[in-house]
């Protein structure tokens, strides 16, 4: 099973939003709305930051915040701050096999 | 304070085997179902294996299927990885994840709590 399709990189000035997208397909992102993202600093361990499409565990920042339309699902940083330099990478539950697939990460860097 | 301490990573050449464990504490482990993610060097995240919370539901991905184990021992707080048949593709650094629990429903697909890693190199 191939991995999410999520972009390489993005970048935003601090106090900007960017988003990050993430592509799949009926199977996983379009079929089901167990859709999480995590944020990796580096020699980090990774951090649930959105579950369940747009959901925010306890202790996250209002500033993020998930969608989805249709096989792609969507997080958006809000004013962005140094601290969120990280790579991001999405996950979606599955039923083509592999129960859990992850997307191949996006590395933000706030200018 | 939730902790999940992973050990057994190290060297090993193709085919040999290995066995990771997870020292879980600080929560009720045998409330949550429990997962091993790994990452190669410089590459993302893949998720493995999956257990449920009394070890009666296993989920592994393709490439490990009939060469992996997952299993856990509630009494002792400890989740575990056997791994035989190592090939190098599984070089990588390998986590144990905690599934994410809400006040009404345990997630086996997101993970709250995750260890510091231990890495397996697979090479001759």
């Known amino acids: 099973q191939s991995a999410l399709t999520q972009p390489a990189s993005v970048s935003g000035s601090p106090g900007q939003s960017i988003t990050i997208s993430c592509t799949g397909t009926?199977?996983?992102?379009?079929?089901?709305?167990?859709v999480s993202w995590y944020q990796q600093h580096p020699g980090k361990a990774p951090k649930l930051m959105i579950y369940?499409?747009?959901n925010r565990p306890s202790g996250v920042s209002n500033r993020f915040s998930g969608s989805k339309s249709g096989n792609t699902a969507s997080l958006t940083i809000s004013g962005l701050q140094a601290e969120d330099e990280a790579d991001y990478y999405c996950?979606?539950?599955?039923?083509?096999?592999?129960?859990?697939?992850f997307g191949g990460g996006t590395k933000l860097t706030v200018l | 304070e939730v902790q999940l301490v992973e050990s057994g990573g190290g060297l090993v050449q193709p085919g040999g085997s290995l066995r990771l464990s997870c020292a879980a504490s600080?929560?009720?482990?045998?409330?949550?179902?429990m997962s091993w993610v790994r990452q190669a060097p410089g590459q993302g995240l893949e998720w493995v294996a999956n257990i449920n919370q009394d070890g009666s539901e296993k989920y592994y991905v393709d490439s490990v299927k009939g060469r992996f184990t997952i299993s856990r021992d509630n009494a002792k707080n400890s989740l575990y990885l056997q791994m035989n048949s190592l090939r190098a593709e599984d070089t990588a650094v390998y986590y144990c994840a905690r599934g994410y629990c809400t006040s009404t429903y345990c997630y086996r697909t997101a993970y709250d709590s995750w260890g510091q890693g231990t890495l397996v190199t697979v090479s001759s």
């Open positions: 369940d499409v747009s």
């Open positions: 009926s199977s996983d992102v379009g079929g089901y709305n167990h």
């Open positions: 600080g929560f009720t482990f045998s409330s949550r179902w």
């Open positions: 996950s979606s539950y599955s039923t083509s096999g592999t129960l859990v697939l």
